[in-house]
């Protein structure tokens, strides 16, 4: 199954030093696996586009190294796939969107110089939802991402394209961004671990913005400590984001303890409404079981204003998506309506023609709750709202939990085309990860069972900036789930 | 918390998003059902809260020095045309005199 017999980067490291694997040899599997997932029927569509022959450049270089001896970077040779709407100079960045296809940007972001630096191997770009918005990869401009594990389910989303790559075994990391949820939903649906780190934990400059207030770049990978090499590449402070938090960036895959004895685990009970899926509900009760019996203490706790995070969210994130995206204006970027009659003809056709339904929509809505009249009712009560529930987690672990724990999404991966024509039950596959981005602290999604074959998620959150902590209860967690991550019993 | 077809078209006006008549009518009624669905945040006592605050860990304020851009690329590839410095575009139809009354009203 995916995840419990691939390699990890840890072994994928070990044979190329050993030399046992060439660096070429590992990245021509990845392209020619990536170019199988998609000649397959129906096609995975988890990449808008593919690195060329540049990159077996750099894998020679690498190779020649590697059999020289000579020191390189921490990820030498390790293929990864980067979210569509995290710019890089030698790929398109589309963000899923017509408006911007065929966009190369001018500049790279600053996490893929940080994985250039480090020696990784940009294979691709993956799909996602238009400009990030979705929970589903559907809401695509060049088509859906399909989940590997059921080729008529959603991979989840927006990070649908990353997720998916690695539950079909096509890379052994990727990046996604999260914005109310966008690595750790599509990571429970594909049954991957995904992390979004603390609000300012990794730079954003090159993501193109969604929502400023709430975006994070984040790692993916099929185990934890993938994730936390990943984050150790990607993280700390840059110049050119000044929300970039000024704090010193631990090696996170060193740090990870062995087993959660002594672990305090708050489970808030408003993530598990009686109207949870009940084989969600199950699976998470047993990974909590098994992590008290290892000697784990679980406590209940509550976070009393989670029934408003969703409206919040939306409220927020729409007024910020709104402002973001009126610089695609037909002149600066991508495509331009033709024929159009006056400045205002061209501004409105290039939108009109470019944007998505979904798209649009969250403009018409965040325009509306910015406008006068509107702004306090709407983004005002939004922000207040969001406000109470920080003060909901720094209650908790005030009161001495180290970390909280609860389903990453209320069901498993839905089908194809079930909830596209209606917004609102997709916004509610949103409603236990976007509290997390509210409250800007750090969560992890990691598999801790299976509902009719289906993977589901369990999340974890911690204090900001407490990466640390958080990374090694979910590698206890992971430890203690074992094999029942695969298993229907959970 | 309603909206109307005539909101839609006042707001995506103000945003420069033109739509055809099916779309006006399917996004004044998805965003009538979204709206619905936040009513529930009207019964949060906000009384007091502040709204989010400000970082805790800001980056370092850079020194005031001119820096050169970090672009991948010269700029005078990055568009159809440039000359003398300037990115060059299409001559907008609105800095023609006939198109000025559009663009005040918008």
């Known amino acids: ?490 | 918390m309603t909206i109307k077809r005539t909101d839609v078209e006042k707001v995506a006006a103000l945003a420069r998003l033109e739509l055809d008549q099916a779309e006006l009518d399917a996004l004044t009624d998805d965003c009538g059902s979204i709206l619905e669905f936040f009513e529930a945040i009207r019964d949060v006592d906000v009384e007091g809260a502040t709204p989010a605050g400000a970082l805790e860990h800001p980056a370092p304020a850079r020194d005031d020095q001119a820096e050169h851009d970090r672009l991948e690329r010269p700029p005078a590839e990055m568009a159809p045309e440039w000359r003398e410095g300037y990115f060059v575009l299409p001559r907008l139809p609105a800095l023609d005199a006939e198109s000025v009354d559009d663009d005040s009203e918008a």
């Open chain 1, 1 to 490: 199954m995916p995840g419990s017999t691939r390699p990890g980067v840890r072994e994928l490291q070990e044979a190329l030093r050993s030399r046992r694997l060439r660096v070429d040899e590992l990245l021509r599997s990845a392209l020619q696996a990536i170019a199988g997932s998609d000649a397959s029927e129906p096609p995975l569509g988890a990449f808008l586009s593919v690195a060329g022959e540049d990159l077996l450049t750099q894998a020679a270089d690498l190779d020649r190294a590697l059999d020289d001896g000579d020191e390189v970077g921490p990820l030498a040779g390790i293929p990864v796939a980067v979210k569509d709407n995290i710019c890089t100079a030698s790929l398109p960045t589309s963000c899923g969107s017509r408006i911007l296809e065929d966009y190369v940007a001018p500049y790279e972001a600053t996490v893929v110089r940080r994985l250039k630096a480090a020696g990784a191997l940009i294979v691709g770009k993956t799909n996602l939802d238009e400009f990030a918005m979705g929970s589903s990869t559907e809401n695509s401009g060049f088509g859906p991402t399909r989940n590997p594990l059921d080729p008529e389910r959603v991979p989840g989303g927006s990070s649908g394209g990353s997720a998916a790559a690695l539950a079909a075994g096509l890379v052994p990391l990727a990046l996604g961004s999260d914005t109310g949820g966008s690595v750790r939903q599509p990571a429970s649906f594909c049954g991957v671990v995904g992390l979004k780190p603390t609000y300012g934990r990794v730079s954003r400059y090159g993501l193109v913005a969604f929502a400023s207030s709430l975006d994070q770049i984040g790692p993916l990978a099929r185990n934890v400590e993938d994730v936390a090499m990943l984050l150790s590449v990607i993280a700390g402070v840059d110049r050119f984001d000044s929300t970039s938090a000024d704090l010193p960036v631990p090696a996170y895959h060193d740090a990870l303890g062995e087993g959660p004895e002594g672990l305090v685990v708050g489970v808030p009970r408003e993530y598990f409404p009686d109207d949870l899926d009940p084989g969600v509900a199950a699976a998470c009760r047993a990974a909590l079981e098994r992590l008290e019996r290892l000697g784990a203490e679980v406590r209940e706790i509550s976070l009393p204003h989670t029934g408003y995070a969703v409206p919040a969210y939306y409220l927020v994130a729409n007024a910020e998506a709104s402002s973001n995206l009126a610089r695609y204006d037909g002149l600066r970027y991508g495509m331009r309506a033709p024929g159009a009659q006056s400045t205002i003809a061209v501004y409105r056709e290039t939108r009109g023609a470019g944007f998505g339904r979904e798209v649009k929509r969250r403009i018409v809505l965040g325009t509306y709750g910015l406008s006068a009249g509107y702004y306090d009712a709407y983004y005002g009560t939004g922000q207040r709202v969001r406000s109470l529930i920080a003060r909901d987690f720094e209650r908790a672990f005030a009161g001495g939990v180290d970390v909280i724990f609860t389903p990453t999404a209320p069901t498993v991966a839905f089908r194809l085309g079930e909830r596209i024509d209606d917004p609102v039950a997709m916004y509610l596959s949103d409603v236990f990860t976007v509290t997390a981005n509210l409250a800007r602290v750090p969560a992890v999604s990691i598999p801790v069972g299976r509902v009719e074959g289906l993977p589901v998620g369990g999340q974890l959150l911690a204090r900001q900036f407490d990466e640390v902590t958080l990374l090694s209860a979910a590698h206890a967690l992971e430890r203690a789930v074992g094999d029942a991550a695969w298993s229907e019993e959970g």
